[in-house]
C-alpha cells in the first residue's frame, strides 16, 4: 500500500506537468487556441432549423411526417431531439438523400406560401422575397451536404 508521501509526491509531479489543467486555465509555451467545431448534425440543424438561415420553421409536426415520409417512425419531443433522432436515422448516404428530398418537398411547400401571401399583400412582397431567397439556396446546398458528410 502507498504511503501518504507517495501519493502526494506522485500527485505533486503530475500536477508540474499540467496534465490535469482545466481547458483555459493552463499557460503553455505553444497555447493553441482550440475551436469546438459542431457534429453534421448541429451543423444541419443550424443550417436547415433555423429560420433565420433556411428562411422557413419547419415545425415538429413536419419533422414527425418527414420521417414518416422516409419510412422511420416518431414520436413527439421538442424539434432538436426530433431532428437528432431523424439525423441518426439517417445515418447512410442512400437514407440521407431520402431525408433531404422530403425536405425539398416541404420547403418548395412553404415557398409556394410565402409567394401566395406576397401576392396577395404585395406590401409584404419584399419581405417573403428574402425568406424564398433563403429557402431556395438551402436546396441549392443540399448536393454539397451529401458530399460533405458522406
Request: proline share 4%; with cysteine.
Amino acid at each position: 500500500m502507498r504511503s501518504y508521501e507517495s501519493l502526494k509526491e506522485s500527485f505533486e509531479n503530475l500536477r508540474s506537468k499540467e496534465d490535469f489543467c482545466i481547458p483555459g486555465s493552463c499557460e503553455t509555451e505553444n497555447e493553441e487556441t482550440l475551436i469546438d467545431y459542431p457534429s453534421y448534425t448541429d451543423a444541419l440543424y443550424a443550417l436547415l432549423m433555423a429560420p433565420s438561415s433556411s428562411g422557413i420553421y419547419i415545425s415538429r409536426w413536419d419533422l414527425k411526417e418527414i420521417a414518416q415520409s422516409t419510412g422511420e417512425s416518431m414520436a413527439i419531443h421538442p424539434r432538436k431531439r426530433m431532428f437528432e433522432l431523424l439525423m441518426k436515422y439517417a445515418s447512410d448516404e442512400e437514407t440521407m438523400q431520402k431525408v433531404l428530398d422530403v425536405f425539398e418537398i416541404y420547403i418548395k411547400e412553404k415557398i409556394d406560401i410565402y409567394e401566395e401571401l406576397s401576392d396577395e399583400f404585395p406590401a409584404s412582397k419584399k419581405i417573403f422575397e428574402q425568406h424564398i431567397a433563403k429557402a431556395n439556396k438551402i436546396i441549392d446546398r443540399f448536393p454539397s451536404i451529401i458530399k460533405e458528410y458522406f
